[in-house]
């Protein structure tokens, strides 16, 4: 089955910084990569999501690419804030019929103010 | 639309009991979903539906948890009987088809 890692496991910038999280994932079937935020006691929220027929998305200040050959993808946020601060997670998916997900165990993202 | 719901919130259950958690999908998703999340083991998927029709139980930790979705509206997470490794959040999502997915507030559930 589709093994999501994710990395660094956690990721502490300075307000106004850059930050980026890297995925892979094994499973070349994958046409689906989401990435969720999730804040303290909430649930996970998607932010942004890109399908393997687009190298790279991007929505205000964050961003997202991926590189199919390689498999990996990873998000890119820009002038971070402190509300910037969650855990993030990456997830993969086939879709069609095998619509399972599988999610990257998450980074906690810290901006500091 | 009022999003994903699940209720209760919070369950606070003795060893053995049973447990019962409910989801109601946001209506005209296709898909529903029951993850588990722990500190220990990350968001784990335990089960998902198409169309009411269970797709892939796998991630089901073991004979004790069960899940049914008689409707379109409605899905349960049984746990039967419950232990205290069954302590964590339990989450329901919903989608379309090869899209992202939503989820509800979670029910964080606590076997003692």
């Known amino acids: 089955g589709e093994n999501v890692e994710q990395h660094p496991s956690t990721l502490s910038v300075q307000e106004g910084d850059s930050a980026v999280i890297k995925c892979t994932y094994s499973d070349s079937a994958s046409n689906y990569f989401p990435w969720y935020k999730q804040e303290l006691g909430k649930r996970p929220q998607l932010i942004i999501d890109i399908r393997s027929n687009v190298g790279e998305k991007k929505d205000q200040r964050i961003a997202v690419t991926l590189n199919k050959t390689a498999k990996h993808f990873s998000l890119h946020i820009t002038e971070t804030q402190p509300e910037d601060s969650a855990v993030y997670f990456c997830?993969?998916?086939?879709?069609?019929?095998?619509?399972?997900?599988?999610f990257g165990a998450g980074t906690r993202l810290t901006v500091k103010p | 639309d009022a999003g994903v719901i699940q209720s209760p919130r919070h369950e606070v259950t003795e060893m053995g009991q049973e447990v019962t958690l409910r989801c109601k999908p946001i209506?005209?998703?296709?898909?529903l979903f029951w993850y588990r999340q722990t500190m220990m083991r990350g968001l784990e998927l335990l089960i998902y539906?198409?169309?009411?029709?269970?797709?892939?139980d796998s991630g089901m930790p073991e004979d004790r948890f069960s899940a049914k979705m008689p409707n379109a509206s409605f899905s349960t997470l049984k746990i039967q009987p419950s232990e205290p490794r069954d302590s964590a959040v339990y989450f329901c999502a919903s989608s379309l088809a090869l899209a992202g997915q939503y989820f509800g507030p979670g029910t964080r559930l606590t076997v003692t």
């Open positions: 539906f198409n169309n009411n029709v269970p797709i892939d």
């Open positions: 997830a993969a998916s086939k879709g069609g019929n095998n619509n399972d997900m599988r």
């Open positions: 209506s005209g998703h296709d898909y």
